[in-house]
């Protein structure tokens, strides 16, 4: 499966070195341009490659969305998205990191209203990068490994992402839907910014 990430910093720039390490084929992009990515591509070797956003859209079977959420009018236009999974791991953060009130939206649903044809699977979003960088566990079975939390409406798109999160030695947890779910997985949740086992999740949003 090949995968586009865009955003390559402490999120994207990890999900990128775990992806590679599970043997998937990935595009990076960022806002600079490709080639401030050099030396990032060349640590990941050769299963990575820098793109524009928009090539990492169309590279992409899967796109993981990883740059700050105040950001996300300017990815690539809608329509660019349309019948592919995307994972959107962005949270509602103002640029002082104040979570930002929705009222009764929530955020991948304001995202999802940017590229209404896609694939939309809220994840990776509970998870601090450094639990992401150093949490993986594969030789565990799944429900002693961390857990990485989606939501969603689409039930085969959330299969192949909780595939994906076990690829990369973590355990997936479904959170339900992109509203309800999506607002179990929010800043200020009780699975917000904890490193949980699939086992002690469970006993949290059961
Ligand atoms: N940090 C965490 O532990 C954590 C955990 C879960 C979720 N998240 C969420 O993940 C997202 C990224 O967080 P982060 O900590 O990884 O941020 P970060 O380290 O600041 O990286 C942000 C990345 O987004 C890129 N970017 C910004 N605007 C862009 C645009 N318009 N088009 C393409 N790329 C763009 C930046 O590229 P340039 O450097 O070229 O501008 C950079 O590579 C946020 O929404 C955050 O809420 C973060």
Redesign the pocket.
């Known amino acids: 499966m090949r995968i586009g990430v865009?955003?390559?910093?402490?999120?994207?720039?990890t999900a990128a070195k775990l992806f590679v390490k599970a043997g998937y084929e990935v595009a990076v992009?960022?806002?600079?341009?490709p080639s401030?990515l050099t030396s990032l591509v060349d640590s990941l070797g050769p299963k990575a490659r820098a793109a524009s956003?928009e090539e990492a859209v169309k590279f992409g079977e899967v796109v993981l969305l990883?740059?700050?959420?105040r950001?996300k009018e300017?990815?690539p236009p809608g329509e660019l998205f349309a019948g592919k999974i995307i994972i959107d791991?962005?949270?509602?953060?103002s640029s002082i990191g104040q979570s930002i009130d929705l009222g009764k939206s929530t955020s991948s649903e304001e995202v999802a209203k940017l590229m209404p044809k896609a694939r939309l699977v809220k994840g990776?979003?509970?998870?601090?990068?450094?639990t992401?960088e150093t949490g993986s566990r594969p030789a565990d079975p799944p429900q002693d490994r961390l857990a990485i939390f989606i939501a969603g409406d689409d039930r085969e798109a959330k299969a192949v992402v909780a595939k994906l999160i076990e690829g990369i030695g973590f355990g997936s947890i479904d959170t339900g839907s992109l509203r309800e779910g999506g607002r179990r997985q929010e800043p200020g949740s009780p699975i917000y910014g904890r490193p949980l086992t699939g086992r002690q999740a469970r006993e949290i949003i059961r």
């Not at 791991?89 to 953060?93: I, Q, V």
């Open positions: 865009i955003g390559a910093g402490h999120i994207g720039g992009a960022n806002s600079r341009g401030s956003p990883a740059i700050p959420w950001r300017e990815l791991a962005m949270n509602p953060y990776f979003n509970t998870m601090g990068w450094k992401l």
